[in-house]
């Protein structure tokens, strides 16, 4: 299951939402005329695409494993892995780590955290999913009594 074709689609378009979100605490400053913030934008989007397919690589998602677990344990980690990307990709904008901004590094990572939590309450995530195995037993037909 591990770098099919259809686990690459799943890990860019993950890496694409993650992207987004990173990408919406840029959105008012770069929407100034004349703003030079869309560098920062398209850097802080940049490193959260790339941060979250380096996770995705570095932590195996539980549906190529195939472990079940929780649904609130699966949005925690989902939360956590955001935030530690967002802050990831916040840090990255910077040359040395004097030259953090520090509010939009907490800004951005806390904007994939709450985007990652709206989505997990919002959608089903694989990984919550009770698979089927075999064939489902049908369940018994009512007696008929004369």
């Known amino acids: 299951m ?4 259809l686990w690459w689609k799943d ?5 694409a939402r993650t992207a987004l979100l990173f990408a919406i605490p840029f959105f008012p400053s770069a929407a100034q005329i004349g703003g ?13 695409f790339i941060t979250s397919l380096i ?10 494993t195939g472990t079940i677990i929780p649904k609130w ?5 989902r939360v ?20 953090v901004d520090w509010v939009v ?5 806390l904007t994939g955290a709450v985007g990652s939590l709206i989505l997990g309450l919002l959608t089903a995530l ?21």
């Open 2 to 5: 591990l770098f099919t074709a």
């Open 11 to 15: 890990a860019v378009i993950r890496a």
């Open 36 to 48: 030079t913030h869309w560098l920062a934008l398209m850097l802080g989007a940049g490193f959260g």
């Open 55 to 64: 996770t995705s690589v570095a932590v195996l998602p539980e549906e190529t």
């Open 73 to 77: 344990k699966a949005i925690a980690n």
């Open 80 to 99: 956590s892995r955001s935030f530690a990307q967002g802050l990831v990709a916040g840090l990255g904008t910077a040359v040395i780590l004097t030259d």
């Open 105 to 109: 590094a907490i800004e951005v990572a």
């Open 126 to 146: 694989p990984e919550t999913a009770q698979v089927i195995t075999g064939d489902p037993v049908a369940p018994p037909l009512p007696s008929q009594e004369a």
